[in-house]
């Protein structure tokens, strides 16, 4: 196997990737931390909208539909109903609480920022299970969804963070695995790197060198596919290892209890981000050896560089792009490890998270022992 190894890191282009990979980490992390700046000055804007649509402004003589304060006036500026007058109180009360939370947010004081929010989106709550209109920022669900994690922050003393735009080590660590997964970024690494890993040894001939040595065709073929599965796993581990200590050393490392929300299918419910990481690594790197396995055998079956990239990439992306056209059922395609090039989907929405992921992980383990099988086979006729 260290013959394989030499071979596949004085490939020019693997260097040339390698190095891109890394360029591509630093833009991502300084994106990041970009994106975090952008953050602070939207949530002065969502306060300031929520409060836009609870009052007029000063001299207002049109219809009441835009502001929940005239929502419950008749046009003398009289209580419509002693209900009505319960609801309005309710939305000055609103208004009040958006002022301390921005007060909040712009002393860095995220405790009273989080109690403040928190009585805030009870408020709301009450109001619209009272028969008030719901909010054009956030409807009944996103408060109760908002509610429940900030009584996860309390239990583990945590602020509110916008994890998916955060710099912090954990935080970008959640960004770079969830880009990676929808932009099908990991299935075309391993496709850049390796298609030729197999082929070049036909395109040169030097296949005929290697067939006179005392070494079977089985074994010279999983040695090939072993190597390629350890590169290309450390390659991610250490891609990933990187990102989260270069975050962590600039802008701290964040909090692996931090909650992502799991939709369950009758409600909703938190796990820590800890855990969503540790289980998408986990799957991600099953589906690393699957696919490395697939394209090894079509390397041995096509033997051409430039088809066994063509073939590889169409195998994956377009049913992957085509998904909700081809099968209108989600269960189904979790059933096929060809479906696992993204995996966010089925931790957060299906059976629950701790049986979704045993489940992808039985899927995508019985997917490699059958190419395993189908490799054994089938290298001895090609």
Do not use: C
Request: aromatic residues 12%.
């Amino acid at each position: 196997m260290k013959f394989e190894w030499v071979k596949w890191k004085r490939n020019p282009k693997n260097i040339l990737l390698l190095g891109i990979l890394l360029l591509a980490l630093g833009v991502q992390v300084a994106e990041q931390w970009d994106s975090s700046k952008q953050v602070n000055k939207s949530d002065h804007q969502y306060l300031k909208a929520v409060a836009d649509e609870i009052q007029p402004p000063q001299g207002y003589v049109g219809t009441p539909e835009p502001y929940k304060m005239l929502h419950h006036l008749d046009e003398q500026g009289v209580f419509l109903s002693k209900k009505d007058q319960m609801q309005y109180e309710k939305v000055v009360n609103i208004l009040y609480l958006l002022e301390d939370e921005n007060t909040a947010r712009l002393t860095g004081d995220w405790k009273e920022r989080r109690n403040v929010q928190t009585e805030r989106l009870l408020l709301q709550s009450e109001y619209m299970k009272a028969g008030g209109t719901e909010w054009s920022m956030l409807s009944l669900d996103e408060v109760t969804q908002q509610l429940g994690r900030n009584e996860w922050l309390k239990e583990h003393d945590l602020p509110i963070e916008d994890i998916s735009s955060s710099p912090k080590g954990m935080y970008f660590l959640y960004s770079l695995l969830r880009h990676a997964m929808s932009s099908g970024l990991l299935l075309v690494v391993v496709a850049l790197f390796f298609f030729d890993f197999m082929t070049s040894e036909y395109e040169r001939r030097t296949y005929l060198f290697m067939s006179v040595q005392p070494i079977s065709k089985q074994k010279r073929y999983f040695r090939k596919t072993g190597m390629a599965v350890l590169i290309i796993g450390a390659v991610y581990l250490l891609y990933l290892g990187l990102g989260f200590l270069s975050a962590s050393l600039l802008f701290g490392t964040g909090s692996v209890s931090y909650p992502i929300i799991i939709e369950g299918t009758s409600a909703f419910y938190y796990i820590s981000i800890g855990s969503y990481i540790l289980a998408v690594i986990v799957l991600q790197l099953l589906f690393i050896a699957f696919i490395v396995q697939l394209l090894m055998l079509l390397s041995k079956a096509v033997k051409h560089s430039l088809e066994v990239l063509a073939v590889f990439l169409a195998l994956f992306l377009v049913p992957n792009l085509l998904k909700s056209v081809l099968f209108n059922e989600n269960s189904l395609v979790q059933w096929l490890p060809f479906f696992y090039m993204d995996v966010d989907a089925y931790l957060r929405e299906s059976i629950g998270f701790t049986q979704a992921f045993f489940f992808g992980a039985a899927v995508l383990v019985i997917g490699n022992i059958i190419l395993l099988r189908l490799g054994s086979k089938a290298v001895n006729r090609i």
